[in-house]
């Protein structure tokens, strides 16, 4: 089966300051990598996502970037403000339902 | 528009006792799911459904059963509970047709002592 791994698993920046999380993955037939947050006493909720045809999708603050070739794929988060901190989970799927998610990165935003 | 809700929150068994854990959600969703969440494991998936009347194991199924017998509800049942289960429990749900992006519960945290 997908085996994801997820790096750092803590990260702590500076407010404003850069984020970045990678991933790997195993299963050269992943086509689809969601990124989710997890804030305190939550269940994850889906930030991103991006799949394999596409090389790089942004969204405000967030981006994600997709190397078929090395299988890994990463998150930036610019300009990082307190409501960034979480844990960030990425994951991998090849198929329509099953997603293989990383171990998880907590990240800290210090004021 | 509750979205996944999972019930209940908190729960705490002793060893080998039994107890049931239940997801509805409102959004018509066909595939449904219940994961574990350990510290530094993420998120590993027990047993998932793709359609009412239909369950399948994941990566941890051992311990667990499942049932769905209507579309809205998916139950995750422990039949006798041991301390490895100890863990956070999530539930969540997904469109057939936007496949991978999943809607979370808020989770159950269940103690085996």
């Known amino acids: 089966g997908e085996n994801v791994e997820q790096h750092p698993s803590t990260l702590s920046v500076q407010e404003g300051d850069s984020a970045v999380i990678k991933c790997t993955y195993s299963?050269?037939?992943?086509?689809?990598f969601p990124w989710y947050k997890q804030e305190l006493g939550k269940g994850p909720q889906l930030i991103i996502d991006?799949?394999?045809?596409?090389g790089e999708k942004k969204d405000q603050r967030i981006a994600v970037t997709l190397n078929k070739t090395a299988k890994h794929f990463s998150l930036h988060i610019t300009e990082t403000q307190p409501e960034d901190s979480a844990v960030y989970f990425c994951?991998?799927?090849?198929?329509?339902?099953?997603?293989?998610f990383g171990a998880g990165t907590t990240v800290t935003v210090r004021a | 528009n509750a979205g996944v809700t999972q019930t209940p929150k908190f729960r705490v068994l002793k060893t080998g006792q039994s107890m049931t854990l239940l997801c509805a959600q409102d959004?018509?969703?066909?595939?449904m799911y219940w994961y574990r969440q350990d510290p530094g494991m993420g998120l590993r998936l027990i047993h998932y459904?793709?359609?009412?009347?239909?369950?399948a194991k994941g990566e941890v199924p051992d311990g667990y059963n499942v049932s769905r017998l209507k579309k809205q509800n998916f139950l995750l049942g422990l039949e006798s509970a041991a301390p490895s289960q100890t863990s956070v429990y999530f539930c969540?749900?997904?469109?057939?047709?936007?496949?991978?992006?999943?809607?979370f519960g808020s989770g159950t945290q269940l103690s085996v002592l």
């Open positions: 969540a749900s997904g469109l057939a047709r936007a496949s991978g992006k999943l809607f």
């Open positions: 299963d050269s037939a992943s086509n689809y």
């Open positions: 991006i799949r394999s045809n596409v």
């Open positions: 994951a991998a799927s090849s198929n329509d339902y099953k997603l293989s």
């Open positions: 959004m018509n969703h066909e595939y």
């Open positions: 459904s793709v359609g009412e009347g239909t369950t």
